[in-house]
């Protein structure tokens, strides 16, 4: 996994949910993050796409199952 | 092995029940044993004749002695179990007052209580009624406990009761002579319960079972020598207009009481009928009715029936 | 053949001993047979109409994949939305109530007629979404994708299953003993919440809500709660009886309720309400619009909420007061995504945020129970004037909700009471003990004692609605 990115979705994680002190680990799924739901969710994903300058396909940002998996394919989307 | 301790422990809360439920003084069918021990006059039915007829207020006009056995929601079938189980543990009354109108002979309006007699389905007539009267609850009765079970709210605080009277020796019920006196609720919107009560200009329509069961009941109080007489109270005069048949249906009850030789008396156009200050809902009074009906009544029986006969057996 | 109907218990008896038995071939045969009867039951129509919309959705199902298959998808997509459409007016135009609430003159199969139709076509629905997105590969087998479809258990009211999620279990092995008596424990504790709670509930509910009274404001709402209550115990009474059924079965069914009561959000409460439902809705409605408009942010999100509860309200039924229930919703999700929630720290504070919840889940559901737009007007009328406490709380609160003022009617009441706030107050450790897979005498005695002497029994209701 790769660290920089990691940091960075972490960074967006935080503007998303307004919460600056708030660390993710891989392993993380949408319950375990206060505020991440459906509401929210394809919110966070159009702050990572202009974060990153990259696009998802629809199939993508609802199959992925914890923040591990969302970090792995950003990685993929930027190289 | 649990399925066979379930179904044992089930027999052994049947019994319990049972027990629980025939020691209940509040309960008629268990409180008639206790009964006042001479009674001249019956009075029976649904609670119309329950909420409006005070032995205590008649038998102070008339001087004899009556008790009232009628029950609530109950339909001619119900009336005859009890008037069955009342003859079982007493003597014959010299009267029966027996409530018949238009809608005890329509099933719209009330029912066969089958629950009132779940204590007493191993009396063979009481068996074979509710079997025809409330088959649906009776092809369960054979599994155990099923007989509470299947109406439990109905059980659950009388068992509670019937083991408190049981115990504290109790054997009277908390309203002695059978009347329970009306609701002290307050009637606002009168069309409004008319429009509940009678649907769209209610048509009744005569039920087969009701006839048999009224012949029944009058035909049990003949073989044991009681006189029996027919009655309508009064219905709120404006109610009248809802029912188009009501006629029809009264001439049908007239014809009964021809074919079995026992008067109809209607007090139904009585002037008070006029007054809605009387009433609680179209055919209940409120207590101040309750009172003043009880006087007509107590001076009709003393006139029309009472002048002409021997004092009763029971007098005061 | 409702679930706790003793025509059921004989059926599933035979149906569970005969699936324990039989080689693993034949299970899906037996199982599909046993679907078709079941269903038949109800009605003969139905049969027909499920066996007719199954073919259909079988046979289009293959050729909507492709630049070609566009024109049959939407046809696809069109003939099973009218249906659910069509059986909701049908519904309306007879009474709109949904689950059995025990309502006065209700004629029970057609209520699951239309009720287990709108299920079954929702899930062709996404079955035909899923095989034109490739997410899935068309069934080859009619008779696998008719039991699929049709499977007893899930069919009256769910729990929604996909395609995908039954597909690779009906070749399975037979349950194993543990299974049967894990499922038997989850059963039990189905008729428990539907025969001792919701049905028991379900009288005071109908005092409130059926007679037009002239009730004051906390009765109202007490009848709101208690119906919120009554809801759930009867609809998570039913899935637990679904799944519990299925399991033995040997097929798992998914969870649809998770402890709702105890959310601390409206939106928390909709990811733990009818969750196989709000999946389907998030999946092929809510997440597709929201991904499409993500780039206008939370505009985005509620859009999609207005457009999710605009489709889940039709869905529900067709009328005024399904629409009102649906606007609530919309107003609580949309204040939740525009000014915050979440779970702030606190016991004190978590308390109070369940409560609000209750409280406007409850308010909701005030027009999802009403029978007519009239009725839910009055209601309203009633818990917005200047009476909400009433003079005579004997009166005017107790005798309704214990539905009589005798001693008798507050001694059931009180029970029933005890029970309910028994089950939710530990509701985890109660799910905890009917998911074990041990065999509990002691507690399955208790439970049934319970049952026979709490439990609501044949048309017990019978009384209640007599007039004098």
Redo the contacts between chains.
Sequence with gaps: MNEEVFKQVEFVFRQVFKRPDLLIRPEDTATDIAGWDSLTHMTLINELEIFFKITFTFEEVTSFKNTGDLVKLVTQKIS | MVFVVVWISLLLLEDLYDFGLKQNQNIKMASVKNSPPCTDLLVHGPCEPLWMISPALLDQQTGISSYNLALSHSDFADNYLHLYYYLKYNKAPKYLLLYVTPESLDKHYNTFNSYRFAPYLSDTLVNKVVRENDPAYFKWTWIPFMKYAYYNNRFNFDVLQGYKHYFSGRKSAYYPDGFEPPTKRAWGNHTGEFAQLYKENTVFKPDSLREKYLHKTIRMAKEKKIRVFLYESPVLYEALAFQPNRDEMIDRIKKIAVEEQVPFIQFEKLAMAKEKRYFVSTLNFNMEGVILFNDTLGRFFNSVILGNEPLSPCAK | MAFSS?QFLIFFILVCGLNFVLKNSARKHLLLIASLVFIGWFNFYTLGAVIFFSGFTFFIAGRVTGDKGAFIFYSGLMVNCLAIVLFNYLLASGGLVIFSLNAVDFSVSALFLFVGLSFYNLQHVAYLVDVR?K?ILAEKNFFDFLLISSYFPKFISGPLTLYQQLRPQINGPAPQQIILVQGFNRMLLGFFKKMVLAD?LAPSVASVFD??D?LPGITVMSGAILFTIQLYFDFSGYCDMAIGASKMLGIELPENFDFPLRAGSV??FW?KWHRSLIHFF??YI???V??RY??F??Q??AI??ILTFFVSALWHGIGFTFMMWACCHMVY?LF??YFG???RPGKLRRFISVALVLLLVSFGNIFFRSTSSSGSMHLLSRLFTFDFLPENWA?ELLAPIAVG?H??EQ??LA?TLFFVFFTLLFERKIFEHANVSKFR?LI??LV??VI?????????Q??IY???
């Design positions: 003793p997105k997410r028991r007679y037009n002239e939106t928390e990811r998030t999946t809510f997440y597709p929201s991904f993500r780039r942010k939370k985005a999100a999609a909420v999700l939740e995504l929630r979440g779970s009166v003022g001693q008798a001694f059931n029970a005498p399955t005695f049934i004692l026979f002497v709490f439990g609501v029994f044949g048309n017990a019978r009384f007599m007039q004098f």
